[in-house]
């Protein structure tokens, strides 16, 4: 099974608040991608995190990948109604060969 | 967006006959991905090639087959389709192990 939990699994906000998603690994990773879908679309890559304590920015959005290199977070302020989507994150498992795994992934909502 | 091309984009068959699907690139890519997307499951990993004739299994393999014969070319095969394998099937690719992948537009298959 999957070695990755990410929550929630669902968030709905209301405009202009602020949204955060969690992915949790039981193992350390080399590093760790963002990835968003919007719905009926394909995922897209937003970011990859190499570093222990890295963090990068994307205008609203704030990617951390934590000190043990065990997880992530992505942070938006502000939400717009067009940050609607499924955020993944994603990394190369230790069962996963040349291969990335996926989490489950974190569905927002966001109403006007 | 990078030149990768899934076809068919949609597919309704019969329980028991065979399917495959077929993604195309035109980046030069060394690794493609297969991977099925279903509520509650996120993207999981079917199988992936890491070069011409290399292929590996992904977490849930069972069922489908493989092949890669050119480098642009990588078809998924369900011999005796199920309507389990109802799902939406995205090809990724990627130019190397564990970097960002870049998704085709994915193919919707009703097994009935």
């Known amino acids: 099974g999957q070695q990755v939990m990410q929550i929630p699994q669902y968030q709905h906000v209301q405009e202009g608040e602020d949204f955060t998603t969690y992915c949790n690994s039981s193992t350390t990773l080399s590093n760790i991608q963002w990835y968003k879908q919007r719905p009926g679309g394909h995922p897209v890559f937003l970011i990859q995190l190499v570093k222990s304590g890295e963090v990068k920015k994307q205008k609203r959005l704030t990617f951390q990948f934590g000190e043990a290199k065990k997880n992530s977070s992505l942070h938006i302020t502000a939400t717009q109604t067009t940050d609607v989507g499924t955020y993944f994150c994603a990394g190369p498992w230790s069962n996963s060969g040349y291969a990335l795994n996926f989490g489950k992934g974190t569905s927002l909502l966001v109403t006007p | 967006d990078a030149g990768i091309t899934q076809s068919p984009r949609h597919k309704v068959t019969e329980t028991g006959t065979p399917v495959t699907l077929r993604c195309h690139q035109t980046e030069n890519h060394r690794y493609m991905y297969w991977y099925r997307q279903d509520p509650g499951h996120g993207l999981r990993l079917i199988h992936y090639?890491?070069?011409?004739?290399?292929?590996d299994k992904g977490e849930v393999s069972d069922g489908y087959s493989v092949s890669r014969s050119k480098t642009e070319d990588f078809l998924l095969t369900l011999e005796s389709a199920t309507s389990s394998q109802t799902s939406v099937y995205f090809c990724?690719?990627?130019?190397?192990?564990?970097?960002?992948?870049?998704f085709g537009s994915g193919t919707q298959l009703s097994v009935l």
């Open positions: 990724a690719i990627s130019p190397r192990e564990w970097e960002k992948l870049f």
């Open positions: 090639s890491y070069g011409v004739k290399d292929t």
